[in-house]
């Protein structure tokens, strides 16, 4: 999986040839039909994906799960959750994490949104990407360390971060405040500045 690659999540084999050939030239697909294949091969890989198309509903998995699971691993990748029912509870997770949740079938056009945020966020995503790495190596950070930060510089609430790591919101507040610490910061907000400035 490289920089330019998209994850297509979907157990539909019609509507991944759809979105592939909606969105258009220029991207490469990692097509995945399963939840346990797509976890499979974000566990696996070595660089984000420029973005992500997840079906909510998957056979074997809750595409919200594998959604954290990407934006936990790589915070710089550009999610969207798409489903053919609208449910409060999708709709509610997708704004926690901060990710578009479309209804299918998928537009053209709401697919050309989508692959104008991954092209425009490719530059700063790959900024953050690398500061969170500087900034692990430079405090000699924990992976368990290196993750929060990676959760924090995401944009994600604290509700999906104490999710993703299954911890309660006060052992987040605590993790967090050891993490400030460790790296000489304040407040969270100087955490993310130096992320961004070096």
Not at 23 to 48: L, V
Not at 97 to 119: D, G, Q, Y
Request: charged share 25%.
């Amino acid at each position: 999986m490289g920089r330019n690659d998209v994850v297509l999540v979907d157990d539909d084999g019609t509507v991944r040839r759809a979105v592939m050939r909606l969105a258009g030239r220029g991207m490469e697909w990692q097509e995945h039909a399963t939840y346990a294949n797509a976890a499979a091969a974000i566990t696996c890989a070595h660089e984000a994906p420029a973005g992500a198309i997840i079906d909510v509903n998957l056979p074997d998995g809750d595409g919200c799960e594998l959604a954290m699971m990407i934006r936990a691993r790589f915070p710089s990748t550009t999610v969207l959750l798409v489903s053919g029912r609208r449910l409060p509870v999708h709709t509610h997770r997708a704004y926690l994490m901060n990710v578009p949740f479309l209804l299918k079938p998928v537009s053209a056009t709401e697919l050309r949104e989508f692959r104008r945020r991954v092209e425009l966020a490719e530059g700063p995503a790959t900024v953050i990407a690398d500061g969170v790495q500087r900034v692990g190596a430079r405090y000699a950070l924990s992976p368990q360390q290196v993750r929060l930060l990676s959760l924090l510089a995401s944009n994600a609430s604290r509700t999906v971060i104490s999710e993703e790591l299954g911890i309660t919101s006060n052992t987040l507040k605590c993790r967090i405040r050891v993490l400030l610490r460790r790296t000489e910061q304040a407040r969270v907000r100087d955490l993310l500045r130096m992320i961004l400035l070096g």
